[in-house]
């Protein structure tokens, strides 16, 4: 590994390694979308390369698709596969019940759909992104062009009765220009600080005219790997009350890094 890689790139490669030990040969993947889900990518092509491993990708954005691509993985598309055995992720936050935000990435429609239509979600984590409560990271909501102001009134509206302790809604701009996600619409980001009742509240989002989907994944990811900079990985599992810390081989082939230079 380059000794340059700062703590928290280390920790997302470690988690990263530690969770594609989790494919076997013959699976449909899901292909996660952010900077921890991309070293997911790299560790992944480089089990394809040594071990000659025949997996299929779903990726979850372009970005992805285009990482995954350059590295080699066969991929497809949902509607081809319609099922997935696994899927790695990263995640913003996750609680102690692996509940989780995501969406920082502008990918949480499509990570969502694709977490959801997978036997298994495993999220990918540096120990920063661990909480207690859900909130202090901005919830991403992804809404559709048309009348954004007007969803946008009615969400703030929605939020007033749900147990949060901030109400602030802002509109995600790319420059000077609204964020337009893979599926052409915008992302609202609300700055909650707490929320109470998660279930609760992505229930109550998803009924809002405009809104597609939020960035709230409750009871879809099976396992967390955390990763620390020493080289430690965390594993949880949620469905077997599982806990284990492995040491993961620090020494990935150069090849892991080079479509970093
Ligand atoms: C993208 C996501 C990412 O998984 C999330 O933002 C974490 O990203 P990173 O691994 O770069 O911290 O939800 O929509």
Not at 83 to 108: Q, R, S, V, Y
Not at 117 to 135: R, W
Not at 162 to 190: F, H, Q, S, W
């Amino acid at each position: 590994m380059p000794a340059d890689l700062n703590p928290i790139d280390k920790a997302k490669f470690i988690a990263a390694k530690r969770a594609v030990e989790f494919v076997e040969d013959g699976m449909k993947l899901g292909l996660g979308t952010g900077s921890t889900a991309a070293w997911m990518v790299r560790c992944l092509a480089e089990r394809i390369r040594e071990e000659g491993l025949r997996v299929v990708g779903v990726p979850t954005s372009s970005r992805t698709a285009e990482l995954a691509a350059s590295l080699g993985i066969r991929l497809s598309t949902l509607d081809d596969v319609k099922w997935l055995d696994l899927t790695i992720d990263g995640a913003d936050e996750f609680d102690p019940n692996l509940n989780l935000i995501k969406g920082g990435g502008a990918a949480l429609l499509q990570e969502k759909i694709v977490a959801t239509a997978s036997d298994q979600m495993i999220v990918i984590a540096d120990a920063a992104k661990e909480v207690v409560q859900l909130g202090a990271f901005p919830l991403p909501v992804e809404v559709i062009p048309f009348g954004w102001q007007t969803t946008k009134a009615l969400v703030e509206e929605t939020l007033v009765s749900m147990d949060v302790l901030g109400r602030d809604v802002t509109l995600r701009m790319n420059g000077d220009k609204p964020l337009v996600t893979d599926e052409a619409n915008y992302i609202l980001d609300l700055h909650l600080n707490r929320i109470g009742n998660a279930r609760q509240l992505a229930l109550v989002l998803n009924q809002i005219p405009g809104v597609v989907e939020n960035g709230l994944f409750i009871d879809i990811c099976d396992i967390v790997v955390i990763g620390h900079a020493d080289g430690r990985a965390s594993v949880r599992d949620i469905n077997t009350g599982r806990v284990e810390d492995d040491r993961v081989d620090f020494a990935p082939s150069d090849n892991i890094f080079a479509d970093l230079e």
